[in-house]
């Protein structure tokens, strides 16, 4: 079956723009999660989608960050007026249910220039 | 002070080998801890829970220690396939994130 996918694989833009980044869970997970990873670095928790709940905000780190999850299935990742700080990989998962085993997508690799 | 702390490493070991690798965690109130893994450029991958009684996978065994703190993963007779960056992993208190640590290198040479 069909693991988490994120889209795009890899961004590259320039200081100051805005980017969108998509996650597609695995189908019947209720519950999604935003990590990113630099390098060296251990993921860092972003945000948190369980059901119809309110989100979990408390890992973003600005108000450049915000995430939605439509529908109760696809999320979208937004950073505006990016900083060469957010370059990153940003790494989706989803589980079953709220405790249950995270499965992660590949990622998105953002680079700010 | 990180929440979850690992030895970086690289572990450098031979075929056959067995090597352990430690994670200290700081918040007492931590419910459940994992082992992940994830090869190169890739995303990470469950390898095992950890429980309060030590568990086994095979040739991968987990401790945990909630006295010290403190979790371990042993591989008995290494892999060269086991080559990867092993991510020790506590569940906050509320459950809903990990809280990753920054990862233990591993290198099996044959």
């Known amino acids: 079956g069909a693991g988490v996918s994120q889209s795009p694989s890899n961004k590259v833009t320039e200081k100051g723009k805005d980017v969108e980044l998509r996650c597609d869970p695995i189908?019947?997970?209720?519950?999604l999660y935003w990590y990113r990873q630099s390098l060296g670095q251990g993921l860092e928790f972003l945000i948190y989608?369980?059901?119809?709940?309110?989100?979990?905000k408390s890992g973003l780190p600005s108000d450049r960050f915000s995430a939605e999850r439509t529908g109760g299935s696809v999320s979208t990742l937004t950073i505006q007026r990016t900083q060469q700080e957010d370059s990153a990989v940003y790494l989706c998962a989803s589980s079953l249910v709220r405790l249950d085993e995270q499965f992660f997508g590949p990622g998105t690799r953002l680079t700010v220039l | 002070r990180k929440e979850v702390e690992q030895d970086p490493g690289p572990f450098n070991v031979p075929e056959g080998a067995t090597v352990a690798f430690n994670c200290t965690y700081s918040?007492?109130?931590?419910?459940?801890f994992f082992w992940y893994r994830q090869d190169c450029r890739k995303e990470p991958k469950l390898l095992m829970s950890v429980y309060s009684s030590g568990n086994e996978d095979g040739r991968f065994t987990a401790q945990l220690n909630r006295a010290s703190q403190y979790i371990s993963l042993l591989i008995r007779d290494s892999k060269l396939s086991d080559s990867a960056t092993y991510l020790c992993v506590a569940r906050g208190e509320y459950g809903n994130k990990l809280v990753f640590g920054a990862g233990t290198i591993l290198r099996v040479k044959s």
């Open positions: 918040n007492s109130a931590s419910q459940s």
């Open positions: 189908s019947g997970h209720t519950a």
């Open positions: 989608f369980q059901g119809n709940s309110a989100p979990d």
